[in-house]
């Protein structure tokens, strides 16, 4: 299986910017996924790496390290509306339909 | 567009009844996928098809679980015999199939179980 581990919660403040670690042990990497999720709510596609580097959408950036098995998600310009949890996925050679979620990163926006 | 569309969004039984959930997918996807969600948790895969073809199901799908596509449009997802472990937010999603759509799958609002 994968283990994938990302922190419980993050506190910033409105404006700012936060970034948010995953880190991943797998074989066959396929792919890491960014989903933004609020409370009750479908979780929705924010990025999707599969090399490494820096890949960037509007405020949201995402990188990868496939030889560290790490990625971050980086947030700028924060809005109050950016208070969500923020899961990290992984998929792997052996399954195209599975993604493999880590329990996600609270993020609450403070004013 | 309508997205994901799933139904009902919330259901409370009692244990050992059986429930269904329904997923209507994005029209023009061929791929659908279920997941399990409880609080604090991340999505955890339950069974995916291509088509009408149901192509894996996660060890976590007991016997008691059966997920089919009939037409490969709608799925459906029963549980028998309810256990109270078997409360979560089931969580429906699809995407295309080939080149960089495949790699956003899009979610449902899920159908929330409550066994009680």
């Known amino acids: 299986g994968q283990n994938i581990d990302q922190p419980t919660e993050m506190t910033a403040t409105e404006g700012a910017i936060v970034q948010i670690n995953c880190t991943y042990q797998t074989s066959g990497f396929n792919g890491l996924f960014w989903y933004q999720q609020h409370a009750g709510e479908a979780p929705t596609f924010l990025s999707y790496n599969v090399l490494d580097g820096l890949e960037e959408k509007g405020r949201f950036s995402s990188f990868l390290s496939r030889s560290k098995g790490y990625s971050y998600l980086l947030l700028k310009e924060l809005q109050m509306k950016d208070s969500a949890s923020y899961l990290c996925?992984?998929?792997?050679?052996?399954?195209?339909?599975?993604?493999?979620f880590g329990a996600g990163t609270q993020v609450v926006v403070t004013p | 567009d309508t997205g994901v569309s799933q139904n009902p969004r919330h259901k409370i039984t009692k244990r050992g009844q059986n429930v269904t959930f329904r997923c209507d997918p994005i029209s023009e996807h061929n791929r659908l996928y279920w997941y399990r969600q409880t609080l604090g948790q991340g999505p955890e895969f339950l069974t995916y098809f291509q088509n009408e073809a149901q192509l894996e199901k996660s060890r976590l799908l007991s016997d008691r679980f059966s997920a089919e596509r009939p037409k490969g449009s709608f799925s459906t997802l029963e549980i028998q015999r309810t256990e109270q472990g078997d409360s979560a937010m089931y969580l429906c999603?699809?995407?295309?199939?080939?080149?960089?759509?495949?790699?956003?799958?899009?979610f449902g609002e899920g159908s929330w179980l409550t066994v009680v």
């Open positions: 999603a699809s995407s295309l199939s080939l080149g960089a759509s495949g790699n956003t799958i899009y």
């Open positions: 996925a992984v998929r792997t050679t052996d399954s195209w339909g599975k993604l493999q």
